[in-house]
């Protein structure tokens, strides 16, 4: 399974892909996995957005819901990143540091991965 997804992470995007509010690609690439293709530029946390942002406007689950990092770290060039939300399909080690209160499993919430690591970037259009 984990294969499978890591070749469908680098597979050009389908037409369908969600867009997340940061701009960045999603896709459910298993029951309880979400892959985020690699973007040029972007940060680790930017990767935690998109499939946060996916997890909570197209797959319509609570911000409660924990979300894991399937795919282990250190991220390679050119690598999108494999999320789930299954925590035993999860990297170990591959998790956000966490400060305050909740669990200590690598996990954050899905609410957390979108308020705390989305940022809206406005496209610079020349006329």
């Not at 680098?10 to 298993?30: D, I, K, Y």
């Not at 996995?33 to 609570?62: H, N």
């Not at 998790?95 to 690591?117: E, K, M, N, T, W």
Request: with cysteine.
């Amino acid at each position: 399974m984990r294969l499978l997804a890591i070749l469908l992470l680098l597979a050009p995007s389908p037409a369908a892909a969600f867009l997340a509010r940061n701009g960045m690609e999603a896709v459910q690439v298993g029951t309880t996995e979400i892959g985020v293709p690699f973007d040029s530029g972007k940060m680790d946390t930017d990767y935690w957005c998109a499939a946060g942002d996916f997890a909570q406007r197209a797959l319509d689950l609570p911000v409660t819901t924990r979300l894991w990092r399937a795919s282990p770290k250190p991220r390679g060039a050119g690598d999108g990143i494999l999320f789930t939300l299954d925590q035993s399909n999860k990297a170990e080690g591959a998790g956000l540091s966490q400060f305050g209160a909740g669990p200590r499993d690598g996990s954050i919430s899905i609410g957390q991965a979108v308020s705390a690591h989305c940022r809206i970037e406005i496209p610079f259009f020349n006329h």
